[in-house]
């Protein structure tokens, strides 16, 4: 597909595999092929489309969700997955905007859902993009092996290399793909290592465990260093078990649908055996995945109630704070922040508010909106990598958008868009402080200088 040459990677199919075989006058196999249905629930209104980041970009029917729905249709009525379909369907970041917008109430989270795993079984890619696809794979849902990057990475920011690399070029002209990958690493501090359990302060109000994440422990452990210390001062005994791994919401977004199982049946798992109340995330795709347990393990018979328990007992970290009410005295901190929806943690959780509410209620804060809300900054995940080119242009709109609103400090809820709003806004050579809204709550409890978050 011509139009799709931005994305910065050839737009071709992906690993073959032993799924399901082909079902006859479809182009997908029996094992959860895109639901009819759902399909049929899409009248086609366009609502969507001001929504979509990748219609905004291209203004490609093709490329917006009832364009995508189109297409599944055709496949389950026997046309093939050809490289210009794929394209189409990877050219989707799963933000999610257009559940919010239709009016129709069209699933179209469950449709694309379904179709990604099809196209990794059915469907062969690249041998570059394969390759780039592995390396991720092997790499970023393991935290052990990403903190392993961190000494060098630390290393290698401190030295004048990262400087002039950047400011030369080069890595873009070698690869964008590599340019991204270094431009989106975050400044490295001090690891924080979380102990096991933490005691609540005060009265016990409830027990909670804590996801800690694999980018997020990684490359930003300050932030889960501080939602702990929010956590406990807010009378929750915090439980961190050390065996913990990923999540899935990785692996799950890009179609490897049994990697993404396993992910999620091993932190049940882990999780069952701690004994807590709710278990708390701090990272929107995080949440967004792990509220959907239920529904990706409805085949698995020893796991199918079990992650229908596990599923209702998770909680993005801001709406436990807000379900439980503060008691921890809140100082002022006399800032104008800019609050960005994270797309899972608005779109896909509908959790808009809560975070709104507890920054609110900040003596001296002021919240400013960013125009153009519903629009992804572009991160996705990996999708950043995969496809940089689009998602330059899609940071470039929201780092414009929020360098607008005249805040000095952005504040969101997820780590991939941490990295892409300020990379951004570093390119348009003006930077805003960025932090997670646990780090806000937690500067104010603390009764620490506006400093600490600038």
């Given at each position: 597909m011509a139009e799709n040459t931005a994305l910065g990677i050839p737009v071709v199919g992906s690993r073959p595999s032993e799924g399901p075989d082909i079902t006859a006058?479809?182009?997908?196999?029996?094992?959860?092929?895109?639901?009819?249905?759902?399909?049929?629930?899409?009248?086609?209104?366009?609502?969507?489309?001001?929504?979509?980041?990748?219609?905004?970009?291209?203004?490609?029917?093709?490329?917006?969700?009832?364009?995508?729905?189109?297409?599944?249709?055709?496949?389950?009525?026997?046309?093939?997955?050809?490289?210009?379909?794929?394209?189409?369907?990877?050219?989707?970041?799963?933000?999610?905007?257009?559940?919010?917008?239709?009016?129709?109430?069209?699933?179209?989270?469950?449709?694309?859902?379904?179709?990604?795993?099809?196209?990794?079984?059915?469907?062969?890619?690249?041998?570059?993009?394969?390759?780039?696809?592995?390396?991720?794979?092997?790499?970023?849902?393991?935290p052990r092996r990403l903190r392993l990057l961190r000494g060098p990475l630390r290393l290698y920011q401190l030295t004048p290399l990262s400087g002039l690399l950047r400011r030369s070029g080069l890595l873009d002209r070698i690869s964008p793909t590599l340019r991204v990958m270094e431009s989106l690493a975050p400044p490295l501090g001090k690891a924080q290592p979380i102990p096991v359990r933490t005691a609540a302060q005060g009265q016990r109000r409830a027990v909670v465990g804590m996801l800690t994440g694999c980018v997020q422990s990684a490359f930003f452990p300050g932030v889960n260093a501080a939602t702990v210390r929010v956590l406990a001062a807010e009378g929750c005994e915090v439980i961190t078990p050390?065996?913990?791994?990923?999540?899935?919401?990785?692996?799950?977004?890009?179609?490897?649908?049994?990697?993404?199982?396993?992910?999620?049946?091993?932190?049940?798992?882990?999780?069952?055996?701690?004994?807590?109340?709710?278990?708390?995330?701090?990272?929107?795709?995080?949440?967004?995945?792990?509220?959907?347990?239920?529904?990706?393990?409805?085949?698995?018979?020893?796991?199918?109630?079990?992650?229908?328990?596990?599923?209702?007992?998770?909680?993005?970290?801001s709406e436990l704070l807000v379900e439980l009410g503060p008691v921890a005295l809140r100082h002022p901190l006399p800032l104008t922040v800019a609050y960005h929806d994270a797309c899972h943690l608005g779109h896909a959780q509908g959790i808009r508010t809560q975070p709104r509410e507890l920054l609110g209620a900040i003596p001296g804060m002021e919240?400013?909106?960013?125009?153009?809300?519903?629009?992804?900054?572009?991160?996705?995940?990996?999708?950043?990598?995969?496809?940089?080119?689009?998602?330059?242009?899609?940071?470039?709109?929201?780092?414009?958008?929020?360098l607008a609103t005249g805040a000095e400090l952005l504040v969101t809820a997820n780590p991939g868009c941490l990295m892409q709003i300020g990379t951004a806004t570093e390119r348009a050579g003006r930077q805003i402080s960025v932090a997670h809204t646990v780090q806000v709550l937690d500067a104010s409890i603390q009764g620490l200088p506006t400093s600490s978050l600038l």
């Open positions: 006058g479809s182009a997908f196999d029996a094992h959860h092929p895109p639901s009819e249905e759902l399909i049929d629930d899409c009248v086609h209104c366009g609502f969507c489309l001001p929504t979509c980041p990748t219609y905004a970009l291209w203004g490609e029917e093709m490329d917006s969700p009832r364009g995508r729905i189109h297409l599944m249709k055709t496949g389950l009525e026997g046309a093939p997955l050809t490289d210009s379909m794929v394209g189409h369907f990877d050219a989707c970041l799963g933000c999610m905007a257009c559940v919010s917008s239709c009016p129709s109430g069209v699933q179209y989270d469950k449709l694309i859902g379904a179709v990604r795993p099809q196209v990794e079984r059915n469907h062969q890619r690249g041998r570059g993009e394969r390759l780039l696809r592995e390396a991720i794979f092997r790499t970023f849902p393991y050390k065996s913990q791994g990923c999540c899935g919401a990785l692996s799950e977004h890009m179609g490897r649908e049994d990697e993404g199982l396993s992910f999620a049946r091993a932190l049940i798992d882990t999780f069952d055996d701690s004994g807590v109340e709710y278990v708390v995330v701090n990272a929107a795709g995080c949440g967004s995945q792990m509220k959907d347990y239920a529904h990706l393990l409805r085949d698995d018979p020893a796991y199918s109630v079990r992650a229908q328990s596990f599923t209702d007992k998770v909680r993005d970290v919240v400013r909106e960013i125009a153009d809300a519903a629009l992804c900054c572009g991160s996705a995940g990996v999708y950043n990598i995969l496809n940089p080119v689009a998602a330059d242009e899609l940071g470039d709109r929201k780092a414009a958008n929020v």
